[in-house]
């Protein structure tokens, strides 16, 4: 009994909580939501032939967090150890690496527009034809290519001062095939819009140059516009449209008849062979230079 009664105290003392982490603004962190979704995709990888191993490796993930707290909830916490699995297709792990890029994108703006203060930022977003999963690794690669040899055009080359471009590919069950397509952002002279001063490139402009760059005459949408200045609000909306997750886990993520989330293991199984080993974020121009005195 009185080991019993030393069980109980003790289960009393080291009883669980949820786990509540506020932003700034009051609002709920999404470890929760993100810890379910990996789980999903863990399942998914049991089913797959030679991966079955990220199932468990995935399934590990967030179980360890320690975290520093201030005695006044609403200041939030700091997390100071833990286990991330550091897997492509982990959601919990692509929404921890993209706070990471998105605030060093902020202090890279920051940084850009303290060299050259009246720079403007552009959103240009760029995509080719869909393809099936079976072709998504060379399409990826044909996508890389055909990206540095857009940036590397002259007219291009000369209006673009510093640039940034992160890879994002989403599934459409009802074609089954894959979309993939750049999110880039672009800091341009003040002077870019002066149609006499030779840099302004027009959308049809920007289009006739990604077809030239992807040799594919096919692709008939791209989609570039500016941003307006608006200080702080204006940075954080530019960091939000361009730093995104490699992959949209809603497009792969449904609920089955039972109302529970599954995922596709054949949609996983390509997602992670078009991943892997690839950089998804590339940088250029000033913003290569400022990596590197910041050491990021």
């Known amino acids: 009994m009185k080991n019993k009664n030393k ?20 609002k709920k962190r999404p470890w929760q939501r993100n810890r379910d979704d990996s789980m ?94 079976e072709k998504l690794k060379v399409t990826l690669d044909h996508m890389n290519e055909s990206w540095k040899r857009l940036i590397e055009l002259k007219d291009v080359k000369r209006a673009v001062r510093s640039w940034i471009r992160c890879l994002e590919v989403t599934y459409n069950e009802e074609r089954d095939d894959y979309h993939p397509h750049f999110h880039a952002l672009l800091m341009v002279p003040e002077s870019y819009f002066r149609k006499n001063r030779g840099l302004y490139i027009p959308h049809e402009g920007w289009l006739r140059r990604w077809q030239q760059s992807t040799r594919d005459d096919r692709i008939t949408q791209i989609d570039i516009r500016p941003i307006k200045n608006k200080g702080k609000a204006s940075i954080e909306s530019i960091v939000a449209e361009v730093v995104k997750y490699a992959t949209k886990p809603s497009s792969y993520i449904f609920k089955n008849k039972k109302g529970k989330k599954e995922a596709d293991p054949k949609v996983i199984e390509h997602l992670h062979h078009g991943l892997r080993g690839r950089r998804l974020i590339g940088f250029g121009g000033q913003f290569t230079q400022i990596r590197k005195e910041k050491k990021m």
């Open 7 to 26: 069980n109980q105290k003790s289960q009393e003392k080291f009883s669980y909580y949820p786990l509540v982490d506020l932003k700034q603004n009051g």
């Open 40 to 133: 999903v995709v863990s399942k998914a990888y049991e089913y797959i032939p030679g991966l079955e191993h990220f199932a468990k490796k995935i399934a590990g993930c967030g179980n360890y967090l320690k975290m520093m707290a201030c005695f006044y909830e609403e200041h939030g916490k700091t997390l100071t150890e833990a286990y991330f699995c550091k897997s492509r297709m982990c959601t919990m792990c692509q929404w921890r690496r993209s706070l990471v890029i998105r605030e060093q994108v902020k202090e890279l703006i920051q940084e850009h527009k303290k060299k050259f203060p009246s720079d403007v930022p552009i959103l240009l977003t760029v995509t080719v034809v869909n393809e099936k999963g």
